[in-house]
Structure formats: C-alpha cells, structure tokens
C-alpha cells in the first residue's frame, strides 16, 4: 500500500477551501486529490482526468452500501465519462454526477450539511 493510500482522516468533513494543489478540510491541509468517502477523507493518486477509471475508484465501490450518489470532481473542465464506466456505477447501485471540481466540493459540502449518502472524487486544481 503507498503512502498516499495510508494517509486519511477517519470522517466525513466540510471542505473549507480548495485550489492550489489541493484541499483544506478540518484543520488539515491536504495536497493533491482527495476521495471522501462515508469512512472518512482519503488521498486520492489521480492527478488528471485520464486516471479516473473502475480500479481508482475501487474505494467508492467497497463502500457501495453507504454511497447513493457520488460527485465526481473532473478539475478544471468537465470531462467525458466512459459508458462502460457509468455502468459499474449502476451496477453497485451509486448515482453519478460529474461536474468541474469548484461545482463538486461546494456541492459536497451542500448535501454532506444534508447527511445525504455521498461521496465525492476531487481532482486538486492548479
């Protein structure tokens, strides 16, 4: 397991700030992307749009169970997702929204304020 998987903050938080390189989340200061997930705020080792795939978001789908939608933060752009890759989202049962990175972290810490069953996948921007 890399460093980066290991690094986490075992719950859910509002994001406070974002750009940069990276996140500001409780007290905390994270660079790079950032998974944030029912088990608390993970670093994520995308670092563009191309490394969002099935296996990078492996973590999303082992918490299926307590995930009803997830935000996809694609950086700076919205980006096009693969149809092969919306389906394992149906599959599990986990809805789907992708949107610019800005649009995600403020709608995460919208429907986080709401204890909805999300999640969200951030790419850090510049």
């Known amino acids: 397991m890399t460093e980066s998987k290991r690094r986490f903050l075992p719950q859910t938080a509002m994001i406070d700030s974002y750009g940069q390189g990276g ?15 029912p088990s608390g705020m993970h670093a994520w080792d995308v670092v563009d749009p191309s490394g969002i795939s099935r296996e990078s978001l492996e973590p999303v789908f082992a918490e299926r169970e307590s995930i009803g ?23 599990a049962g986990i809805g ?24 969200a996948a951030l790419i850090a921007v510049p």
């Open 23 to 37: 996140f500001r989340f409780a007290d905390m200061s994270h660079r790079g992307s950032l998974l944030c997930l």
């Open 69 to 91: 939608l997830l935000l996809l933060g694609t950086g700076r752009d919205v980006v096009f997702i693969p149809e092969a890759l919306r389906w394992h989202f149906r599959e």
């Open 96 to 119: 789907l929204d992708v949107m610019p990175t800005n649009a995600a972290t403020r709608t995460w810490n919208i429907l986080l304020g709401e204890n909805r069953r999300v999640a």
